[in-house]
């Protein structure tokens, strides 16, 4: 393995260890994503019937709401005992940091998804499973864009007094783009006539929202942490 | 006296001089090419003849349409001084970031604020969600997020400014993109160089007006943020003492 994955390895490595000990972000953000599902169903239903077209706003709202959640907490071990100034000072590439820590945000999510695909398929009577590979590639394209830029995001606020307040500040407006894909990808799937060329589209719109983004993210990374 | 002398023996104030001169001799120019430009649009705007469908109202749009431009062209401004500072760490590029970023909101506003007033005598409802008016919007948030980040970021938050800025001014191709898939009721931007000459020049004027005023604007606030920059220094050497 390549010097620069087996950073990113040991990274993930550590912290999935870590959350395999106490699992305190699984549970807190599965917990509240569930509960953010079960807050929009009593919004959205209506006697007994799911508004029309809701579903798939509030599947990307309850990812985009519970990954803040996670990412706001994604360098908050770090943050500890001055670890990510020893992290930063290992003799390692920076990016590889950075690729570890996004991995295990992004396997957080997962896990997140996979539970409120089913809860919102159930609670909204969303025909989600209809297109399952199509629903998934938006799903990972999606949060792929929009943990690239809250990683980044989440370790350069690391430092600042205010970055619980500052974090959503930033995050949402710059990922916008990702949820309007999202929401539009998924609504075109889940439409009573779904528009399949319309959902390829916005995923090749996330994708290369991805390729741009996820760039960015590991070119900027050393020059914003370095004091 | 000697506080002086210390700060001027700092490197990297050699470098900021070089800078104030050309801003200072910059800025009564452009100020004078813009006043004279804004001075007669009006009488332009108003020799320029009617537009059949929509008359009177559609000479807002010899103001709304500037501003935007105005506007992308500060943005495009905050994100290259943000790269040039991120990676060359040079502070006259953070100043010019923070100014582009301040212009970008004031003309902004202007837009959003035009766009409505045209709007509901053209479309008849002060606002749509159609997809200049979401980006308009997107846009506008990012930079007041840019501002706050600034304001409250505490310590350091130059540097993730500057991270910021650039993830500004990549976000404008997929805002337009998105945007854009959703219908629109809005103008093509084709209908701009298609436009008659009757239309063209008074637009072109207050274009060219525009963009000046940001020019001019944008080298006298970044120069404000120069003199503020090196008060500190000062104070600093004076306590140093």
Redesign the interface.
């Known amino acids: 393995m390549s010097g620069f994955l087996k950073v990113a390895w040991l990274v993930l490595r550590k912290d999935l260890r870590v959350e395999s000990r106490n699992r305190e972000m699984l549970f807190t953000t599965l917990f509240f994503a569930v509960s953010c599902v079960l807050v929009f169903s009593f919004g959205f239903v209506r006697g007994g019937q799911a508004v029309e077209g809701a579903a798939s706003g509030i599947l990307w709202i309850t990812i985009a709401f519970s990954g803040t959640l996670a990412l706001g907490r994604a360098f908050e071990r770090e943050r500890n005992h001055d670890a990510l100034r020893g992290l930063l000072l290992a003799p390692v590439d920076r990016p590889a940091i950075y690729l570890g820590k996004l991995l295990g945000i992004l396997l957080l999510l997962a896990v997140v998804e996979a539970v409120v695909v089913v809860l919102v398929a159930f609670l909204f009577r969303a025909p989600l499973f209809q297109y399952v590979w199509r629903l998934l590639t938006l799903l990972t394209l999606g949060t792929i864009g929009f943990a690239s830029v809250g990683t980044l995001f989440s370790a350069m606020l690391v430092r600042t007094t205010n970055r619980a307040v500052l974090l959503p500040v930033l995050l949402y407006p710059v990922t916008i783009p990702v949820l309007i894909m999202g929401v539009s990808g998924t609504a075109a799937l889940l439409q009573p006539e779904p528009d399949l060329a319309m959902a390829r589209l916005w995923i090749g719109l996330l994708f290369s929202f991805d390729a741009v983004f996820l760039t960015l993210a590991f070119w900027t990374f050393e020059p914003v942490m370095t004091e | 006296m000697r506080a002086i002398e210390t700060s001027e023996n700092m490197p990297e104030n050699s470098e900021g001089r070089g800078q104030l001169s050309m801003s200072k001799r910059l800025f009564p120019v452009l100020t004078v090419v813009s006043l004279f430009l804004f001075v007669t649009a009006p009488i332009i705007i108003v020799r320029a003849p009617y537009e059949s469908t929509m008359g009177l109202v559609q000479k807002i749009f010899y103001f709304h349409f500037p501003s935007w431009m105005a506007m992308f062209l500060a943005i495009f401004i905050l994100g290259v001084a943000s790269g040039i500072y ?2 060359r760490r040079t502070p006259a590029a953070d100043r010019l970031a923070v100014a582009a970023a301040e212009l970008a909101v004031i003309f902004g506003l202007m837009g959003l604020i035009t766009g409505p007033l045209w709007g509901v005598k053209a479309w008849g409802v002060w606002w749509q969600w159609d997809a200049r008016l979401t980006m308009a919007v ?1 846009l506008e ?2 930079l007041v ?1 840019y501002l ?2 600034r304001q ?3 310590a ?2 130059e ?2 400014a ?3 800025g ?3 001014m ?2 404008v191709p ?2 337009y ?3 854009e ?1 959703w219908r629109t009721v809005h103008p093509r931007t084709s209908v701009v160089p298609t436009l008659p000459v009757e239309f063209g020049i008074p637009l072109w004027w207050s274009f060219a007006g525009f963009i000046v005023l940001c020019l001019a604007l944008l080298s006298v606030r970044s120069r404000l943020e120069e003199q503020r920059a090196t008060l500190e220094r000062l104070y600093l050497a004076l306590e140093e003492e």
Do not use: D, H, K, Q
């Open positions: 991120l990676f997107i948030l990012i997020a706050l980040l409250y970021g505490g350091g938050s540097r993730l500057a991270g910021l650039i993830f500004a990549a976000n997929f805002l993109v998105s945007t898939m």
